[in-house]
């Protein structure tokens, strides 16, 4: 209803990758083994993804009017100039989640740059940057890092659709943070992480292992056969 398109940019990215894992399946699950380690594979595609995201950042000014989209992206980018700039001033621990937006400089400079206080940079790793600081900033890099590489895993070695649609949902959060502040307010962003930890870190049984009521039987006809 507001018109935003970050949510469709999160929900394109992370179909992509979802249908990039369900092809890459037949590379790491096959009746021969597994030629190739899955965690590897995951943290090479989340460095490719990385990357991409990176080159698209600073070619956005081409493709970008192609959907009637400007390089400022809404006035998005004159937020971070300024909050960047403030990050500079405690690039440690920062001011305090959300707390500089209680500024009355850090309000005028926004006043200045955009034109209006939004409450937020539209961005919460930017946000993290001002507010916690690089210790906070990297945290919380480290803990989605994490996560991609364990829903990448799980999404990898696992057979059947449904274990990819964490990784797809770990992706979509990524991407809509990118444009978004959504760790605020409700939490929502704070529920949805707990449970994709809790998803990703599950470990299931292993396609090619033997059962234990299988292993059960077969001992026990190796033992009758002995005898």
């Given at each position: 209803g507001t018109g935003a398109r970050t949510p469709l940019v999160g929900l394109v990215v992370a179909l992509a990758v979802a249908a990039v894992a369900v092809a890459a399946k037949h590379l790491?699950?096959?009746?021969?083994g597994r030629p190739f380690d899955a965690r590897l594979v995951s943290a090479?595609?989340?460095l490719a993804l990385v990357g991409a995201g990176l080159m698209a950042w600073f070619t956005r000014g081409s493709w970008l009017s192609s959907i009637g989209q400007t390089s400022e992206l809404t006035g998005r980018t004159a937020m971070w100039e300024v909050s960047l700039e403030w990050f500079a001033e405690r690039p440690v621990v920062g001011h305090g989640y959300l707390g500089a937006w209680y500024d009355p400089e850090f309000q005028a400079d926004m006043l200045v740059a955009r034109?209006?206080?939004l409450g937020s940079t539209h961005n919460t790793f930017v946000e993290l940057l001002l507010g916690a600081g690089l210790v906070g900033f990297g945290l919380a890099v480290a803990l989605y890092a994490l996560l991609w590489l364990a829903a990448g895993e799980r999404a990898l070695v696992s057979r059947g659709v449904v274990p990819v649609w964490p990784l797809a949902v770990v992706v979509y959060v990524i991407v809509e943070n990118i444009g978004e502040t959504l760790f605020v307010g409700g939490q929502l962003m704070v529920a949805v992480t707990g449970a994709l930890i809790v998803v990703s870190a599950a470990r299931e049984p292993s396609p090619t292992a033997p059962r234990p009521d299988v292993v059960g039987s077969v001992d026990a006809v190796g033992v009758e056969r002995r005898g």
């Open positions: 790491i699950v096959s009746d021969r090479v595609a989340g034109g209006e206080v």
